[in-house]
């Protein structure tokens, strides 16, 4: 199901847990998973729980807690607005609305040419940053006005 390279990646998280405690590295390696496949099937889910010697329902739990798992395809860029109440007082809905409106498309909703899905996020830990957009998962961009929204926007082009 996942390459050599991933499971390589896997092993090396569980070999910082005592090995009675492996399933400590689900949330690493359903990021390893989602990295290599794209986001996390329930085929997907399955295997990491087997590998990991834990209940599948018990990884589910975990992606479905967590907003960086996707539990369907996403676009090429996904692009995470903060909206939590920090981030919504200091213009994060007003992002949102932008990102939406230059994108034609809704939260849980991708571009009809695969290339952007929006998502809604939870605190992202920088509400002095705010608004705040995570691309992908691993880049913050904070600040985001309509011009730095723009700006991001045609560099992901």
């Known amino acids: ?29 359903l990021a390893i998973a989602q990295e290599e496949t794209g986001w996390l099937s329930n085929d997907t889910m399955e295997f990491v729980a087997s590998y990991l010697g834990m ?13 960086m798992y996707d539990l369907a395809p996403v676009g090429k860029y996904k692009i995470t607005v903060c909206t939590n109440l920090p981030c ?13 409106h230059k994108l034609g498309i809704g939260f849980n909703e991708t571009t009809p040419d695969g ?5 809604e996020g939870e605190c992202m830990g920088a509400c ?26 045609a560099e992901l082009k």
């Open 88 to 100: 919504a007082l200091s213009g994060g809905y007003d992002a949102a609305e932008y990102v939406q």
């Open 128 to 153: 002095g940053d705010a608004p705040v957009l995570l691309v992908n998962n691993t880049r913050m961009c904070s600040w985001m006005t309509p011009e730095q929204i723009d700006k991001l926007l």
């Open 55 to 67: 209940p599948a329902i018990a990884v589910f739990e975990v992606a479905t807690f967590y907003n």
């Open 1 to 29: 199901m996942l390459s050599q390279d991933a499971l390589k990646r896997i092993d090396r998280e569980i070999a910082k847990y005592p090995p009675e405690h492996k399933q400590s590295a689900v949330m690493a390696s």
């Open 115 to 119: 290339k952007y899905t929006l998502k």
